[in-house]
């Protein structure tokens, strides 16, 4: 690899990791909009009020501006249930298309809409590096194909993910269309950890690779999807939530928990099951890899997360659901999953290294 294609390679991963870390904040923002009720604060996507900067005032409002933008929305939903007819979602469109809460338009709140303003600003710059790591991939392309391929990818997938989230907006904060939203945020995490870390194949090192069992990788795999389980859980809760405290006025936070049903019992009972799962996965990691070594240290880092989203969950269970600790909890859970995403693709080289060495 010449000199240049190698600075090409380090431009490429230093803008992969920036991406991440900004998928990352954007997530955190999302929490933050989603534990302040601001989902609504814009009514229409991808403008704000029909503006480039939203209002601060309902004064430089149209006096029917809520009926305006529930017809906007209503049209959109439409469309949408149109397209999940052809598709053969017919259940889904009728569900969508006899939702009454979609016609409830919210008042204009400034806080609210300058909270989603700056999600949405967000968004804007995770899909700009996105696309700054499209163009550094192409110099790559010579000495693997894919990395170009998958950038790509991920820029069709942040433009499907940003047409999900005005889809959400139309459909006035549909709990699945949430969680599917959430799902696809995931998904662009873990492409980018895979790119990030396929681009540094390219790099020769000498490092030593560890005999890693492949029951250590098939206990991570068992760990990540039931991690996942895990986060689908917490949204249907999150859901049971957001009725309860609707139905309350916001208030009583400490009465929130008691009236959940079944489903935050779920929740609760299966992170001990995820404990014990990691528990198992981290005395085998600890126990086959060296302490130095890039499982190791990434396998520390992984308890202690579990550990933490644990810990808010409890913190949230027991102190009427502070709001600033929903959006660390969802943070922690996107990070666990993108750092079993490192660890499998790490255990994975691992175990290819040693069969190619035999």
């Not at 601001?38 to 996507?45: A, F, Q, T």
């Not at 198992?280 to 933490?308: D, G």
Request: glycine share 6%; aromatic share 10%; hydrophobic share 50%.
């Amino acid at each position: 690899m010449d000199q240049a294609t190698n600075r090409s390679l380090n431009s490429f991963r230093r803008v992969s990791v920036i991406t991440v870390i900004a998928v990352y904040l954007l997530i955190l923002i999302g929490g933050i909009v989603r534990s302040t009720g601001s989902g609504m604060g814009c009514p229409d996507w991808p403008k704000c009020f029909g503006s480039v900067i939203p209002p601060t005032s309902v004064d430089q409002l149209p006096e029917d501006y809520q009926e305006i933008y529930l017809q906007k929305r209503l049209a959109k939903n439409e469309r949408f249930v149109a397209t999940l007819e052809k598709l053969g979602f017919s259940e889904k469109a009728k569900e969508i298309a006899n939702d009454k809460s979609i016609l409830i338009e919210e008042e204009f709140n400034p806080v609210k809409t300058w909270i989603e303003y700056l999600n949405r600003l967000a968004g804007v710059v995770i899909g700009f590096l996105i696309m700054l790591t499209v163009w550094k991939s192409f110099p790559l392309r010579k000495y693997d194909r894919m990395i170009p391929v998958l950038s790509v990818l991920n820029l069709i997938l942040v433009v499907f993910i940003g047409w999900i989230g005005s889809i959400v907006v139309s459909t006035n904060l549909l709990h699945w269309m949430i969680t599917i939203h959430m799902l696809l945020a995931l998904l662009l995490v873990s492409l980018l950890i895979y790119v990030y870390h396929r681009s540094g194949r390219l790099i020769k090192t000498k490092g030593v690779k560890t005999h890693v069992p492949r029951r250590i990788e098939w206990v991570l795999v068992i760990g990540t999807v039931l991690m996942l389980i895990q986060i689908v859980l917490g949204t249907q809760v999150r859901e049971q939530i957001d009725i309860i405290s609707s139905s309350l006025g916001d208030m009583l936070r400490e009465d929130w928990i008691s009236r959940t049903g079944l489903e935050f019992l779920i929740h609760r009972s299966f992170s001990l099951v995820l404990l014990g799962i990691h528990v198992l996965y981290f005395f085998w990691a600890f126990k086959y890899t060296l302490r130095r070594s890039q499982v190791n240290l990434w396998s520390q880092v992984l308890m202690i997360l579990i550990i933490l989203e644990i810990a808010t969950g409890m913190g949230m269970a027991y102190f009427g659901i502070p709001p600033f600790l929903q959006p660390i909890h969802l943070l922690l859970g996107a990070m666990i999953i993108g750092i079993q995403v490192i660890l499998l693709l790490e255990i994975r080289e691992n175990i290819q290294f040693r069969l190619n060495t035999n």
